[in-house]
């Protein structure tokens, strides 16, 4: 993903992108960022508290958080059934991930462009192998809304984005 993100990001004046290990303390003294982006990695972390505290600890006073995080229950099926504007009932689109063939089609019927449904592929297999060696972290929103409070963090904002199957938050540090 950071590789598709950083051209994206390119020509946005004050973007870095940095690639550690988010399992770990950041490798940044405290007070260092006016903000923190965590899309789609909170899931994927061994200790997602902890995680969090380093982004507290990173961001200086008045720093934002915008953190996109999938759901608990989220149905990657549902992703794709409105991003593809698909009327087949959602109960077609479900079980995407049950097994490879099944998802392969299911993709390439999502997304019109064939290089770009090969890459979403290769995130899935990505997804796979990371599922055999960590426990994934999904929440319920007052969950989460909880946990961001108890580090110290003020919630500015919540909603459902990605199909209603993730949660997009903007917190701040006061």
């Known amino acids: 993903m950071p590789k598709r993100a950083e051209p994206k990001c390119s020509k946005i004046a004050g973007v870095t992108f ?20 965590s899309i789609n990695t909170l899931y994927a972390v061994a200790d997602p508290e902890a995680t969090l505290r380093e982004f507290y600890r990173v961001l200086a006073s008045q720093g934002k958080l915008l953190l996109v995080t999938p759901v608990f229950g989220f149905e990657n099926g549902e992703i794709l059934r409105q991003h593809s504007r698909s009327q087949k009932p959602s109960e077609y689109w479900k079980g995407v991930h049950a097994n490879e063939e099944r998802e392969s089609t299911l993709v390439h019927e999502a997304f019109n462009d064939k290089k770009l449904a090969e890459e979403m592929l290769v995130v899935a297999r990505h997804n796979r192998a990371i599922a055999h060696n960590c426990k994934f972290h999904f929440f319920h929103e007052e969950e ?24 997009f938050i903007t917190a701040s540090k006061p």
Do not use: P
Not at 20 to 36: A, I, W
């Open 144 to 167: 989460l809304r909880r946990l961001l409070c108890k580090i110290g963090f003020k919630i500015k904002h919540v909603e459902l984005t990605y199909a209603d199957q993730a949660f």
């Open 18 to 37: 940095h690639h550690m290990d988010l399992n770990e303390k950041l490798r940044f003294s405290g007070d260092t960022f006016s903000q923190v982006v």
